[in-house]
T-cell receptor, first 117, second 114 residues
Framework: GAVVSQHPSWVICKSGTSVKIECRSLDFQATTMFWYRQFPKQSLMLMATSNEGSKATYEQGVEKDKFLINHASLTLSTLTVTSAHPEDSSFYIC?????????????FGQGTRLTVV | AQSVTQPDIHITVSEGASLELRCNYSYGATPYLFWYVQSPGQGLQLLLKYFSGDTLVQGIKGFEAEFKRSQSSFNLRKPSVHWSDAAEYFCAVGLTGGGNKLTFGTGTQLKVEL
């Protein structure tokens, strides 16, 4: 149980276009999902907290208009990178918390490698 | 704000040797503590976690970690390393009372020599 699936696993897009990444909790309901970004050989940096039915909370320095987050249901959150540029190329990972568990634990997706050319 | 320090960026061990990866945290209370492993281009796999209770935690793949409050540490250990253990290891801290939001250490790259 507690499987989180991200789609796509990798994507290449042209500069100026937008890319949508999906994060799904397959066998549990996730009130909260988190989006992280990881540069090569670096750690994960939290970008935003996605709450079902409400606006996302962005970390300091993350452009909310560039990284659009939607959490329309208890099993799906999406991250849209708008007007992507080469500097947005990175590894994006989501995590979700099973609201049915008494103690919080985050389950991670397999990540999405975004390359902007 | 909480922070996590992994002092060793790279560690190389011989297959069959023991392993200890260090993790120190800074937080005003006892946090939730996690160790994750990441293979190249992959997501994170949870090795083990500490929420409360017994300070020696057993995880998957033969890993264990010990929470030491006095040292603010949560070091990961394995008695005998296998070549397949080569990967990046991340220590993470979550807030108590809703510890879903994680702060990660910078990671330790483990190389295993045959």
């Amino acid at each position: 149980g507690a499987v989180v699936s991200q789609h796509p696993s990798w994507v290449i897009c042209k500069s100026g276009t937008s890319v949508k990444i999906e994060c799904r909790s397959l066998d549990f309901q996730a009130t909260t999902m988190f989006w992280y970004r990881q540069f090569p050989k670096q750690s994960l940096m939290l970008m935003a907290t996605s709450n079902e039915g409400s606006k996302a909370t962005y970390e300091q320095g993350v452009e909310k208009d560039k990284f659009l987050i939607n959490h329309a249901s208890l099993t799906l959150s999406t991250l849209t990178v708008t007007s992507a540029h080469p500097e947005d190329s990175s590894f994006y990972i989501c995590s979700a918390t099973d609201r049915g568990r008494t103690v919080a634990e985050a389950f991670f997706g397999q990540g999405t490698r975004l390359t902007v050319v | 704000a909480q922070s996590v320090t992994q002092p060793d960026i790279h560690i190389t061990v011989s297959e069959g040797a023991s392993l200890e990866l260090r993790c120190n945290y800074s937080y005003g209370a006892t946090p939730y503590l996690f160790w994750y492993v990441q293979s190249p281009g992959q997501g994170l796999q949870l090795l083990l976690k500490y929420f409360s209770g017994d300070t020696l935690v057993q995880g998957i793949k033969g890993f264990e970690a010990e929470f030491k409050r006095s040292q603010s540490s949560f070091n990961l250990r394995k008695p005998s390393v296998h070549w397949s253990d080569a990967a990046e290891y991340f220590c993470a801290v979550g807030l108590t009372g809703g510890g879903n939001k994680l702060t990660f250490g910078t990671g330790t790259q483990l190389k295993v020599e045959l």
